[in-house]
């Protein structure tokens, strides 16, 4: 009797395993979906998380003015900017490490357009490093070093719109999802240790679109300036701005050229290796 009972046992579990044998395994290479949930107390403890919690690539920058994020490691992004006088200004930037971006920038004048003097400026040097990514109380905060200056003019041989230099930077959320301020200090050239602040803002709408504003290069009222702009998501890793510079400002540099507004507009796809 007993031995019937394992026989017939055995003839309902074969027919089991054959058809488990039989099926195809999945690709190893297929990965589970995973949602990922809303975490409203970790984003407001810890920003870096609230920055990759979205679909858009970290906002590193607003018009002029940084902020304190920063590509993740082994991510990288190629921003463009075209500007007056048919100028173009290119940034490439890397995540070598973790919190700490190297970039590099080039900026060359005239050359979309009839102009036939082009002249390519040589390139200049950009380190960001967030040391400090914040929690409910404090900004994230970052350090670094930016050597582009704006507006370069051949008869004064310096820029305009000087160079960052060296900074200190913050980024909060101001109570209002998506509202965010980013202000930072900075000094320029340290022959003259003069130290200058910028206030920037930024909206986010719905993840679609971004209105910036920035109040830069605060030192005396007079040579300060506002940019303001709209930046659209094109796709998560590709967005536009198109911004002005220099809002209300008026008058002439030395070189006689404009000190007006300015009207940008950039390009900038983030991605990751």
């Not at 297929?30 to 809303?38: D, G, L």
């Amino acid at each position: 009797m007993m031995r019937a009972n394992v026989l017939a046992a055995f003839l309902l579990v074969l027919p089991w395993e054959g058809a488990r044998a039989g099926a195809p395994e999945a690709p190893v290479d297929v990965k589970p979906v995973k949602i990922r949930p809303k975490m409203p107390e970790l984003h407001r403890e810890r920003p870096e998380v609230r920055e990759s919690a979205g679909l858009n690539a970290a906002e590193t920058n607003i018009v002029d003015a940084p902020t304190a994020a920063v590509l993740d490691y082994g991510g990288y992004s190629s921003q463009t900017r075209f500007y007056s006088h048919g100028g173009l200004l290119e940034y490439v930037s890397f995540g070598v490490y973790p919190r700490l971006n190297l970039g590099v920038a080039m900026a060359i004048n005239g050359l979309i357009g009839n102009d036939t003097a082009v002249r390519a400026r040589p390139p200049e040097v950009q380190v960001k490093y967030r040391f400090y990514d914040g929690d409910r109380y404090l900004p994230a905060l970052g350090v670094g070093f930016d050597g582009q200056g704006f507006d370069y003019s051949p008869t004064e041989k310096k820029c305009h719109d000087r160079q960052r230099g060296f900074y200190v930077t913050a980024t909060e959320e101001l109570g209002l999802p998506g509202l965010q301020a980013h202000p930072s200090f900075n000094i320029s050239d340290f022959d003259s240790n003069s130290i200058f602040g910028s206030l920037p803002l930024s909206y986010n709408i719905q993840d679609k679109a971004m209105v910036i504003f920035e109040w830069d290069n605060i030192n005396n009222f007079g040579n300060s300036r506002v940019n303001s702009g709209l930046r659209v998501y094109l796709t998560p890793k590709l967005r536009v701005d198109f911004a002005v510079r220099r809002i209300g400002q008026g008058g002439f540099f030395a070189d006689n050229s404009s000190r007006g507004p300015e009207r940008i507009v950039q390009l900038k796809y983030s991605g990751s290796f």
